[in-house]
């Protein structure tokens, strides 16, 4: 266990955060990339010429755009047991760390079984309630239909992810996803390129490298003498953790899936504005957007970590510090993004596909988005630091109000109510940033960012505080 083991509660606040922080962007960046891939590979090598290509963009998009919903669903609930993981860690609370990892493995393993089968049923009304162009149904069907059959894997990868991260742990992420994005790449080539299978390829390069990557993830936990051995007996559901991993971790997982479906809802807005070369260019420019919040989001969750740690061993000081530096970081990278994307927006676009409009659209797009990177460092590292000290519920709230009561009315009514086109549409995300900061600076001025709330849960359930 000691290797799987980092404690961040000692040494240099900025050395264990750089060290920890540096192996998982990397890994966020080359999920990114990964991802990326199919859309890259899907626009220039479809089969079919120009405007086959836009059309399974078009697909891998919407029908990516539901499995990351799914996606999205499991990381939250993850981030309950990451939380959990981290202070139990710092804590040396060895018996409860078994718990709550079996815990999390076992309901993660039946949520995607049960999802898996929900979701193939239902595929066919949920694109149709996205408004899916006639165009690109097909592709998006078959690409939806492939990754949700592989939904085990992508939940298995992320599940056990997560825990090693809870335990201080960035590095063999990293390098079991590294492994993953070649295959991926390699399998794009060969499904897409070579045996001219469009979208349907790259999902299936998608779900066989997430499998690869779970597995090898699975072999290092075993090897190292991990609590969770994986054998049948080993999936147990402890009533007193699960109740903890629901606190904490269903107010992130609401959040998760509240921002993914407002990105169906602004999948059909988009669908409406401008058909199937909008939605190909929203999407092209999502997966660069992904890029440019890589940084702050590796940071917010290495700010969690450090920050559930150092909460965990009764050091808010450290914790403070961590989330500090990790904003400082944060905003230098992703203002060089936002540079960037205003003086080649051609340029990102043209990497995906040769198709003029689709370019246009995008170009469209992405400028007034882009002003949502001036803002998100600050949001994400302060709320990774408020995550890490069990303040979930805060969390759901600001995201709810940022992903649905701001950003989905100010698209419709800048996009579609004023004519303003992909315009109005990209300009929702800063719009809603720019409110919810606002939150949370008010939040942070409350003083009530200094409760532990683990701690407070502890003290419920046992009457006394938790063992160190």
Known sequence: MAKLENNLSRGNVLTQLILFALPFLASNLVQSFYNVADMLIVGNFAAGGVSAGTESMSGVNIGGQVTFILTNIVIGLCMGGTVLIGQYTGADNQKALKAVTATLITILFLASVIITVAMLICKGPVLRLIQTPDESYVESDRYLTVTVAGIIFIFGYNALSAILRGMGNSKHPFYFVLVACIVNIAL???????????????????????????????????????????????????????????????????????????????????????????????????????????????????????????????????????CRFGTIFSVIVTWLFFVFVQLFPAQILGLFGSDPQMIRDGVTYIRPFSVDFLLIPFIFCINGFLIGGGHTTFTLINSILSSVLIRVPVCWFFGITLGWGLTGVGMGAPAASAAVLLLIIGYLFSGKWKRNMITQEDERFTGAAPAR
């Open 188 to 322: 794009d080539l060969l499904f897409v390129a070579v045996f001219r299978w469009n979208a349907l390829g790259a999902a299936l390069a998608t779900v066989i490298s997430q499998a690869l990557s779970m597995f090898l993830c699975i072999g290092y936990m075993v090897k190292n003498g991990f609590q969770f051995d994986f054998k049948l007996s080993s999936f147990k559901i402890d009533g007193k953790q699960l109740a903890r991993i629901l606190k904490i971790g269903l107010p992130t997982c609401a959040q998760n899936a509240i921002v993914s479906v407002s990105f169906l809802f602004l999948t059909a807005i988009v669908n409406i504005v401008g058909g199937v070369s909008a939605s190909a260019a929203v999407g092209a420019a999502g997966k660069f957007n992904s890029f440019a919040f890589m940084p702050a989001i590796a940071l917010s969750a290495s700010v969690s970590a450090m920050s559930a740690q150092n909460i965990g061993a009764g050091r808010l000081d450290r914790a403070v510090q961590s």
